[in-house]
């Protein structure tokens, strides 16, 4: 008899991303079951920018990384940030557009998988835009995210523009 269960440490992120994406999906879906989609996406557009905000101080202060200085920093962080947060099957690159700009184009989404799933698309409002503009928020910039294109409204893939404020980071 086995006394000792033996994961490797890539075993165990797996498990625990996959946990959390689970999580998330059941939690919005019983929210929409007993209040409505309407409630459903605004309170998960409220946790997401909350929980955005303490995924990003934490990668801060666990990493060492301090401030972001330019652009290449904001990049670096966010692709760093989405590794760490998203299972290995989330499919993204962050490309920058100009100084104060960067781009992350989602090719598989691992949030979408589970709503077109569930079969509801036409009625779930992704929390990435809350998120990640509240990554710039814990990260001391001055910005905006949006979404320009989705593949919750049939485009290929999905884009999010996080676009600095000011002109400035």
């Not at 879906?29 to 007993?34: G, I, N, R, T």
């Not at 590794?83 to 949030?111: M, Q, S, W």
């Not at 998988?113 to 509240?134: E, M, P």
Request: aromatic share 10%; with cysteine; proline share 1%.
């Amino acid at each position: 008899m086995r006394t000792e269960v033996k994961l490797t440490s890539e075993q165990k992120e797996k498990i625990l991303k996959e946990n959390w994406f689970s999580h998330d999906g059941r939690w919005f879906l019983k929210v929409a079951q007993e209040l409505g989609f309407d409630v459903a996406n605004r309170l998960n557009q409220i946790v997401a920018k909350s929980m955005g905000k303490t995924e990003a101080k934490r990668f801060l202060i666990e990493s060492n990384f301090g401030e972001v200085k330019n652009i290449e920093d904001l990049q670096r962080i966010f692709i760093e940030g989405c590794r760490l947060y998203y299972p290995k099957e989330h499919k993204f690159e962050f490309k920058i557009v100009d100084k104060n700009t960067i781009v992350g184009t989602v090719t598989r989404c691992i949030a979408f998988d589970g709503v077109k799933k569930a079969g509801v698309t036409d009625f779930y409002q992704c929390g990435c835009v809350a998120r990640h503009g509240a990554w710039l928020e814990a990260f001391g910039l001055d910005g905006e995210a949006f979404i320009r294109k989705s593949m919750m409204k049939e485009d290929d893939v999905c884009e999010v523009v996080c676009k600095l404020k000011n002109g400035k980071i």
